[in-house]
């Protein structure tokens, strides 16, 4: 079997704090044939402990790009995974299981993904606080007993990078590109300007159309063109309701 193509997918650590966990996030990432790692608000590590876990996988690390926080850290993504398995009335209102992810990004229509795809874990003790999985197009879950259903951070990275490999995806070839996060988010805020103008929303609601416009584009994977038809449809309505 010809190895598959996992390289527009990442992960992303979020305020991940030990060593020994990174190093073995390193060592699950590459065994499943992921390279690409982000670190969002993490410390230095102690370097030894580290490459004592990842092994043969320490290249994983050297690589890694660094960034102060979670929002740069998605800025160039086109699509992202916040796993948790925690719900509430400030995070998302569903979340996928870590089979359903898998299977909406590798086949279908989702093969349209030429851009790069974020799966973000959070903070060892406390996970992905509600601001950032609000950072996040989706909330993705892996089921767990109820008896005791926390999971160690490489654990879940390794799961995760599983079920992707096991979906065995292939090359994008003809694909159309996925727009960035910072693209999607500059028409999301013409969109909402042109509303706001409008009367459609209070100022405190536009943060929380912002927020669900931005996923929805993200979560059907538009191309630069079809976002530009998309906010387009705005505008002339806008225009339109200005002329009346």
Known sequence: MDEPDLSTFEVVLCRAEEPGNVGA??????????????????????????????????????SACRFPDLASALAE?????????????RR????????????????????????????????ERSGLDAREIGLCSLAVHIPTSEAFPSLNLAQAV???CYELRR????????SAVAVTRATAEEAVARISEDLRALGFFSQSEGETFRAFLRDSVERSSYSLSELRYFESIFRKTAGLARHR
């Open 158 to 160: 390794q799961i995760a």
């Open 25 to 62: 996030v390193c060592r699950a990432m590459k065994t499943m044939g992921l390279g690409r790692l982000s670190l969002a608000g993490c410390p230095e590590y102690d370097e030894g402990r580290l490459r004592a876990m990842a092994v043969h996988a320490a290249d994983v690390y050297e």
């Open 92 to 123: 998302k209102s569903f979340s996928l299981s870590v089979e359903d992810f898998a299977a909406r990004v590798s086949g279908g229509a989702s093969h349209r993904f030429g851009g790069r795809v974020a799966l973000v874990f959070g903070n």
């Open 77 to 89: 993504t086109s699509l992202s995974a916040g796993f948790t398995r925690r719900r509430g009335a």
């Open 167 to 174: 979906r065995a995806l292939g090359p994008l070839t003809g």
